[in-house]
């Protein structure tokens, strides 16, 4: 005799696969991949700043602040999506980076209106 009458069963199948759909239903734009990377140590100054996330952003709603070990803002270009992918934010720097920390404060709109947000640092060594 069986523990599970069908009706049970199937009625615990469908609340599965409804919670495992839920997710991509909600999905949130989290950054992936960062260039420089997070805690990078690099030899020189980048040009631009690239940020892939996991989900499609809404440019108008995405960016990024700069700022260097004391706080201060540091220029940069207009944030823009890469031409090959809607999930890749790249942030042209105005200047060349003095040697130093910085920190980028990165806030993101994905296209099904989810907020996230976050930072990372990376230091750009003496040359």
């Known amino acids: 005799m ?46 631009s700043l690239r940020l892939e996330f996991s989900e499609t952003l809404e440019i108008a709603f995405s960016g990024v602040a700069l700022s260097d070990a004391s706080g201060n803002s540091v220029a940069t270009g207009a944030a823009a999506l890469a031409p ?17 920390v910085y920190t980028v404060a990165w806030h993101a709109l994905s296209r099904d209106g989810h907020k996230t947000k976050g930072s990372y640092s990376f230091t750009v060594r003496p040359g």
């Open 84 to 100: 090959d992918s809607n999930m890749v934010l790249l942030v042209p720097l105005s200047g060349r980076l003095a040697p130093g």
């Open 2 to 47: 069986p523990i599970f009458s069908s009706t049970c069963k199937a009625a615990a199948i469908a609340a599965l696969l409804s919670f495992s759909m839920a997710g991509s239903a909600f999905a949130h734009a989290h950054l992936k991949v960062e260039v420089p990377a997070h805690d990078a140590v690099v030899a020189s100054a980048p040009s």
